[in-house]
C-alpha cells in the first residue's frame, strides 16, 4: 500500500527555517503529483504548494518568496524549504501524494 512518512517538523522562532521530508513508497514516484498542505486546530486543511512530474510548481499567496518544494525522485522523495517562518505558519503538515494519499504529519510550531 502506498505509504508518505512525513519528517522535519519542530519549534522554530519566527523568522527561522526548517526543511521538510516525505518519503514514498508504493506509488510510481516519478509519475506522481507531490503537495504538501497544512491544517491548523479548526481550520480547513489549505494547500502550501504542489510540485508535478514535469517539476511544475504552485505556491499558495501567503508562501511565496518564502518557502520552495522540490523532488528527488532517486529517493522518492518531497521536500519544502521553509524560511522566514511566521507564527501564522504554525500548523501541522502533511504530505500529499497523488491527490488521495496522505502522510500522519509532521508539526511545525513557530514562537518565540
Known amino acids: 500500500q502506498v505509504q508518505l512518512v512525513e519528517s522535519g517538523g519542530g519549534l522554530v522562532q519566527p523568522g527561522g527555517s526548517l526543511r521538510l521530508s516525505c518519503v514514498a513508497s508504493g506509488i510510481i514516484f516519478g509519475n506522481a503529483r507531490m503537495a504538501w498542505y497544512r491544517q491548523s486546530p479548526g481550520q480547513e486543511r489549505e494547500l502550501v504548494a504542489s510540485?508535478?512530474?514535469?517539476?511544475?510548481?504552485i505556491y499558495r499567496d501567503s508562501v511565496k518568496g518564502r518557502f520552495t518544494i522540490s523532488r528527488d525522485n532517486a529517493k522518492n522523495a518531497v521536500y519544502l524549504e521553509m524560511n522566514d517562518l511566521k507564527p501564522e505558519d504554525t500548523a501541522a503538515y502533511l504530505c500529499n501524494g497523488e491527490y488521495i494519499h496522505w502522510g500522519q504529519g509532521t508539526q511545525v510550531t513557530v514562537s518565540s
Open positions: 510540485i508535478f512530474r514535469d517539476m511544475h510548481t
